[in-house]
């Protein structure tokens, strides 16, 4: 038996709908709430430069009024530092960011970043901040991680989720074998982006990874069968996966 797979619920998207019209409605506090219902083991969101999902505000309102534990994905500037040191979020993961890309378009680069991140992972651990890092399955970001002293790697997995089910064997052996060698250097793996219901099956499978995080599929799903019950089938299909 493999341990429990955590899921994390992305609220990005229920905040980019309500920045569509300005005001509160619809509020990622009820999202979260309604996910913490629907049995998520927490709650991720990204406050970005921009703002553009995700604000300040929302971040303050979630730790203050949220039990589940959150997880604040966040670019490597002293801006973001500063408000995780605020903040206090039970995780933060270190993410990749441009202004004009739609979403986190690929996984951070480590390896090429040992001397700016250093000294960020180093501050949120000592705070007691579980740092993430959101890399690409591959070897040399994995050694980046290990050098960086950091306790979790979240593996991209947009690569894999782009390709239809006949072509996805290579991402999937490419992001096992990156799960295994993060696991055997004592890193515990998280995955995600672009992951559903169909294709979230041969990931839950992966008996080391420990958590997913997914958003857009589960924002958009609610619009159809609401958020509940879009979390429950997510939730199901983890667990006959595993
Ligand atoms: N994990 C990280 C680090 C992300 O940046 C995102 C996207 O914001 C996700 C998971 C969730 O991806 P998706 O919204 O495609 O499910």
């Known amino acids: 038996m493999t341990a429990r797979l ?11 709908i309500r920045n ?7 509020d990622p506090l009820r999202a979260a709430e309604i996910a ?19 604000t300040d505000d929302d971040i303050a309102r979630l730790r203050e009024r949220i039990a ?15 408000i995780a040191l605020k903040h206090r979020p039970h995780a933060a993961c270190i993410v990749p960011e441009r202004r004009e890309e739609r979403t986190t378009e690929g996984g951070l680069d480590a ?3 040992i001397a700016t991140l250093t000294p960020i992972v180093g501050k949120l651990r000592d705070a007691g901040i579980r740092v993430s890092l959101f890399i690409e399955p591959t070897a040399a970001q994995i050694e980046a991680a290990v ?3 950091a306790p979790v790697v979240e593996f991209h997995t947009g690569a894999y989720a782009h390709f239809p089910e006949a072509d996805r064997a290579p991402e999937l052996r490419r992001l096992t074998d990156a799960v295994a060698l993060a696991a055997k ?19 839950a499978a992966i008996p080391q990874i420990a958590e997913l995080n997914i958003g857009h599929y589960l924002i958009g799903e609610a619009i159809f ?13 983890m667990d006959v996966a595993r």
């Open 6 to 16: 955590r899921l994390g619920v992305n609220i990005d998207h229920v905040a980019t």
């Open 20 to 26: 569509a019209r300005g005001g509160g409605h619809p």
């Open 36 to 54: 913490a219902a629907a049995g998520a083991d927490g709650i991720t969101a990204h406050l970005r430069e921009d703002r553009r999902h995700i």
């Open 68 to 82: 589940l534990p959150l997880n604040l994905e966040m670019a490597a500037t002293e801006e973001m530092l500063a």
């Open 111 to 113: 390896a090429g970043q």
């Open 147 to 149: 050098k960086l002293g």
């Open 185 to 203: 250097n004592g890193i515990e793996p998280h995955a995600g982006h672009g992951l559903t219901t169909a294709n979230v099956g041969p990931v």
């Open 225 to 237: 069968i609401g958020l509940d019950a879009a979390i429950r089938e997510m939730r199901a299909a």
